[in-house]
């Protein structure tokens, strides 16, 4: 896991950085200087977007992880590898603008009572998918040559930057709200033309497929594989999302509200992003050669690990968040909805403790079976939130995400056990998570100690990391993360 752990490192410290950026934008920024109407109009925007932009690549992402490895040759420029994927997509766009535009009166009737602002905004969404799912297929064409690096430090850092800039410009009134939404867009469009600057610098590009390796490895073999995946990828990121735009048709406002709760629990799943964005490539490496045996060790060590970060993550966010909302003064209907931000923690906890799940299921030979239980599990979610949401509103949505988390990974871990027997849980995984709730319980119970928010962070927060630590260390759950730290703290210059 060599290449697996540098990178993931970065990768985490980068997305860290840029998440800590985006909490000052999310908490301290947006909700002072945009209306939650005009905040809730960015989110949606970029949900809608992306959640097309899913489908406009027609599975390219996947494609790429899958096969680059068999078209991989630098010296013959892999064999025209970047032709394909650039012919795939242009057609995919361009059957996604045609549905987008005979369908868009029906998809607006929806929003046209309750979020007339994103009605009059939806013509952007055609020029914003395309942005965005071509940015999707530049990045996984960079994971694919294991360099991730610069794509994550422009989607964490530099969109959050800039989102920061002409928030500021617009509450001063320097643009109007149409120029806005046109920065907030041409954001995407700055960091889409980097990667493809960056691709260009350290790859060598052709345009010309290989009609050998087109032989070896069939369009229609690649595009099976990559339409299956892509409905498995939009069912994958639905399970995030539909709860924002279900919620999306009864006010924009609780979309600021739950998407900023969303944002925070986000933190929790940083570890797992980060490790997602190399591991999925070296799975379907080791897929294309058939060790098993090293796919079934990355994803105990995931498990294992991500486990123990997560549950850390949990605990700091369930004590600590009402008192970042109260030190971003935030409007009273943030504090009012606190309790969504515990329960879609529980969603993200589940989510970061069971591993890279995910890529085992998706990069096997089995990836048809994973994608009937993927849209199977969406439908469930759908149905909750189509039941939840009117009756119990933003906490509907909130139990929907929760119940859809758990249901999607205990279906992609009884898939792997199964299919491959693999098992990464033992008694110390049983120990953790009791140790994680424990911990959160006392930090719950836990009496203010002053009436300075500030002040109940950083005393709150750090007693329950030293009591989680604490008996992580004195369990011995995973002795060698301590070991490792005190080689790095007491290392000889």
Known sequence: MGVIKRQGIKNTIITYVGILIGAVNIIFIQPKLLTPEELGLTRLLYDFAYMIGLAVPLGLPNIIVKFFPFFKDKEQKHHGFAGLILLVFF???????????????????????????FVHYFSFIIPFTFIVSAITITTAYCQALFKSTIPSFLNDIFLRLGSIVITIMYFNRWITLDFYVYLFIGLYAIELIAIIIYILMVDTIS???????????????????????????????????????????????LVAVYTT???????????????????????????????????????????????????????????????????????????????????VSIAALINVSTGINSAIMFYSKHYVLGTFLLVGTLLITILLNVILIPKYGIYGAAIASASGSLIYNFSKFSFIYFKFKFQPYNIKSLLVISVIFLVNFIGYMMPEISSNPLANVLVKGLSVTVLYIGAIYQFKISPEIFEMVKQKLFKKV
């Open 91 to 117: 057609v995919g766009f361009v059957i996604s603008a045609i549905c987008l535009l005979i369908f868009q009166p029906s998809i607006t009737s929806h929003y046209q009572d309750k979020a007339s602002l």
């Open 261 to 343: 709760a969303i944002f925070i629990a986000s933190f929790i799943e940083v570890p797992l992003g980060a490790l997602e964005r190399i591991s999925h490539t070296k799975i379907a490496d080791n897929f294309a050669k058939e060790n098993y045996v090293e796919i079934e060790k990355i994803y105990k060590d995931s498990v294992k690990y991500l486990l123990i970060l997560g549950g850390l993550l949990f605990i700091g966010i369930n004590t600590c968040t009402q008192y970042v909302y109260q030190i971003g003064h935030l409007p009273d209907i943030y504090l009012q909805c606190l309790k969504v931000v515990y329960i």
């Open 207 to 253: 345009f010309t497929p290989s009609k050998i390796k087109l032989k070896e490895h069939s369009v229609k073999k690649m595009m099976k594989f990559g339409l299956l995946l892509c409905l498995a990828s939009f069912a994958s990121i639905a399970l995030r999302k539909v709860d924002v735009l279900f919620l999306g048709t009864n006010s924009l406002e």
